[in-house]
């Protein structure tokens, strides 16, 4: 079993950065795909940014605003968002997908607010 607890979010304005961290509990980056994913009010759950097999993957509303990185040391992912907008505001959600299926696991989500 892996637990995932993301860090990170809060309140900032618009154009501003904030860094999202996922801590794993164990090593998990050679056996699970990871990424995030957020959730908007009255929205679906959607893909932000994740590791893939073919390296990494974006939503086409965040590319060259966010970027995914990992600590394989610290089992941490890092999601760097810059240029914020008061759209990106959500819950994000660290994942951590079995590369060869099975189980997914989630982080319990943070919230990030993007507001003037």
């Known amino acids: 079993q892996v637990q995932l607890v993301e860090s990170g979010g809060g309140l900032v304005q618009p154009g501003g950065s904030l860094r999202l961290s996922c801590a794993a509990s164990?090593?998990?980056?050679?056996?699970?795909?990871t990424g995030w994913y957020r959730r908007a009010p009255g929205k679906q759950r959607e893909m932000v940014a994740r590791f893939s097999g073919s390296g990494t993957n974006y939503a086409d509303s965040v590319k060259g605003r966010f970027t995914i990185s990992r600590d394989n040391a610290k089992n941490t992912v890092y999601l760097q968002m810059n240029s914020l907008k008061p759209e990106d505001t959500a819950v994000y959600y660290c994942n951590a997908e079995p590369l060869f299926g099975g189980m997914s696991y989630w982080g319990q989500g943070t919230q990030v607010t993007v507001s003037s």
């Open positions: 164990r090593s998990i980056f050679s056996r699970y795909f």
